[in-house]
């Protein structure tokens, strides 16, 4: 969707880096969601984000929702080859739980 | 471990057949969705259901397609005929719509249903 989108389109990096992926939406953001997807599979849900400043944490994976509610950023600490896959983010616009998505951003990480 | 299930996770068909995708939500969910990933376009919503009520089908090409809910342990989608632009993986995502957490809930995706169409 172009209401949402997604930075960078793919991103390559060393095993033990860091790194970040961005979402901006044009419209407030009521309900931000994370996922992970590999490829020929499902959608892992990995965080959901609904106040502005809110930061959320699961094991070295951090998603933050900024004070204006407009932009939630993935950052990922040390990297390993089991982070690669596709990062998606679903966005609620209209506070009514129905998700648009991003065109994902597809990680690699190289051993 | 309670998850969304989707039959059949794979299906290869030929134009004009009729295709029914089944989902079951994880049990004690009251909504339930219908998305399509494709390359082209994405992850889209499709439809989805409250309490087994549809809410919103406006992403649902009307002419071929339907959605429904028997009962709240199945969600069903229907393409009928089907065409070859409907290849696609077709997700169902569950979430449990809770008033001391709206507007949002946490959504919970299935494996997805790999559409081929000939």
């Known amino acids: 969707s172009q209401e949402l989108e997604q930075s960078p389109q793919s991103l390559i990096v060393q095993e033990g880096k860091n790194l970040t992926i961005n979402c901006t939406s044009s419209?407030?953001?009521?309900?931000l969601y994370w996922y992970k997807q590999k490829y020929g599979e499902g959608l892992i849900f990995l965080m959901m984000l609904q106040k502005g400043g809110e930061e959320k944490s699961h094991e070295k994976i951090t998603a933050k929702l900024d004070e204006k509610k407009q932009q939630s950023s993935l950052h990922i600490t040390a990297s390993q080859p089991s982070h690669a896959g596709i990062y998606l983010c679903?966005?609620?616009?209209?506070?009514?739980?129905?998700?648009?998505f991003g065109q994902g951003t597809e990680l690699s990480v190289k051993p | 471990d309670a998850r969304v299930t989707q039959t059949p996770r794979h299906k290869v068909t030929e134009m004009g057949q009729e295709v029914t995708m089944r989902c079951q939500p994880i049990l004690g969910h009251n909504t339930v969705f219908w998305y399509r990933q494709t390359m082209m376009q994405g992850l889209e919503l499709l439809a989805y259901?409250?309490?087994?009520?549809?809410?919103?089908d406006s992403g649902m090409p009307k002419d071929r397609f339907s959605a429904e809910m028997p009962d709240a342990t199945l969600a069903t989608l229907k393409i009928q005929p089907s065409e070859p632009r409907d290849s696609a993986v077709y997700f169902c995502?569950?979430?449990?719509?809770?008033?001391?957490?709206?507007?949002?809930?946490?959504?919970?995706f299935g494996p997805g249903t790999r559409l081929t169409v000939t």
């Open positions: 679903g966005a609620d616009v209209d506070q009514g739980g129905k998700l648009i």
């Open positions: 419209k407030t953001l009521y309900g």
């Open positions: 259901f409250r309490n087994r009520a549809p809410l919103d």
């Open positions: 995502a569950s979430g449990l719509v809770r008033k001391d957490r709206l507007p949002s809930y946490e959504q919970y």
